[in-house]
């Protein structure tokens, strides 16, 4: 098989069982053939000829909802796993997305997401270390460079500030002058 990654991991087969009807049909056989422990790269590009898709580029924008799927779940719990990261750096290979491509086609849904995340972690004006380790899970979850991290982070940050915390207690080192 493609991957000695844990995609038998019971969270990722919970969540890849659900209804994927939202997505196209050839990224629904994907997952089922990931979830089946049957992919392979030869199959992947069977399916997308299948669908008449000539190159993995030609779904970016679909492997990318799919993948936001994927990470708004696992981030329900507040908790980024080693076995989550792992099997969402293999995802972002099997679909051939490149470091930048949330950045540069969804920066308005990783937006969304840090948002939720730094509200949670920011909300008693104090990051411990677990916080701090979330911090840098969701920077690699979305490849984001420090500078990225720091532009996207920068309006929660301010907020918090704003509300009594003390910048120094929020593990960061954003300017905000």
């Known amino acids: 098989m493609y991957s000695p990654l844990d995609f038998n991991d019971e969270n ?10 939202i997505f196209q049909p050839y990224i629904k056989e994907i997952a089922n053939s990931i979830v089946n422990d049957e992919f392979t790269i030869e199959l992947r590009d069977a399916i997308l000829a299948k669908y008449d898709v000539e190159r993995s580029s030609d779904i970016k924008e679909e492997s990318l ?13 507040d908790i980024l796993t080693d076995i989550e990261l792992k099997n969402l ?3 972002k290979r099997i679909f051939k997305l490149k ?10 849904k990783i937006q969304e997401i840090l948002n939720r995340q730094l509200h949670k972690i920011y909300e008693d004006n104090v990051v411990n270390s677990t916080e701090a380790l979330l911090n840098v899970g ?9 500078d990225q991290y720091q532009e996207l982070s920068v309006t929660e940050i301010k907020k918090t500030v704003d ?3 003390h910048l120094d207690d929020l593990d960061n080192t954003v300017n905000l002058r």
Do not use: H, P, V
């Not at 993948?67 to 779940?73: F, G, P, S």
């Not at 470091?99 to 308005?108: A, Q």
């Not at 969701?138 to 420090?146: A, C, K």
């Open 65 to 77: 909802d799919f993948l936001l799927y994927y990470i708004n779940i696992i981030l329900i719990d």
């Open 12 to 21: 990722f087969q919970r969540i890849f069982r659900k209804d994927l009807n």
């Open 99 to 108: 470091e930048g491509d949330f950045y540069s086609l969804r920066k308005d």
């Open 163 to 165: 509300r009594g915390a």
């Open 138 to 146: 969701i920077q690699e979850l979305f490849d984001l460079s420090y």
């Open 89 to 91: 750096k293999q995802l």
